[in-house]
């Protein structure tokens, strides 16, 4: 099976912790992206903000965009996957937490990002319609 390495995205953009959502959506926009890792001073990943975050947790609660910051929408610690991990680590991790993207970590550092779509390029059918139906279930 391959390896996250071999199947991740590597131009990944980060947020940074103290930018403001306003700044933040409009870096999704123009990457044409739904989320974004969100990174701090440090260069260590610190979550993951999504452009359903940002209206869900924002924009519904009447917050406003430009002044909440990337970093306290960044809640817990960020779902990852290591980059040597095999292709039946990345389905696992997905589906038990139910997330569409893993961040791929080597040592410390980000180095890119597994989306379903790299999972779908890479695998059979079968391991990849499980996936999604895993990560759809309501619970």
């Known amino acids: 099976m391959p390896t996250a390495r071999e199947i991740m995205t590597t131009d990944v953009t980060?947020?940074?912790e103290q930018d403001?959502?306003?700044?933040?959506?409009?870096q999704m926009a123009q990457l044409g992206v739904g989320s974004l890792p969100i990174c701090g001073d440090d260069s260590r990943l610190k979550g993951?903000?999504?452009?359903?975050?940002?209206v869900v947790k924002v924009l519904a609660e009447g917050r406003d965009p430009g002044i909440v910051t990337a970093g306290?929408?960044?809640?817990?610690?960020?779902?990852?996957?290591?980059a040597d991990d095999d292709a039946a680590a990345i389905l696992r991790t997905m589906s038990q937490h139910k997330?569409?993207?893993?961040?791929?970590?080597?040592g410390h550092d980000l180095v890119g990002i597994v989306a379903v779509a790299d999972v779908a390029r890479s695998l059979p059918?079968?391991?990849?319609g499980d996936l999604i139906e895993a990560i759809s279930e309501h619970g």
């Open 14 to 16: 980060c947020v940074r």
């Open 20 to 26: 403001d959502l306003r700044t933040a959506a409009k």
């Open 72 to 82: 306290e929408l960044a809640q817990g610690k960020a779902v990852t996957i290591g």
């Open 48 to 54: 993951m903000l999504t452009d359903r975050d940002i």
């Open 125 to 128: 059918e079968r391991p990849v």
């Open 99 to 106: 997330v569409r993207r893993l961040p791929v970590i080597d």
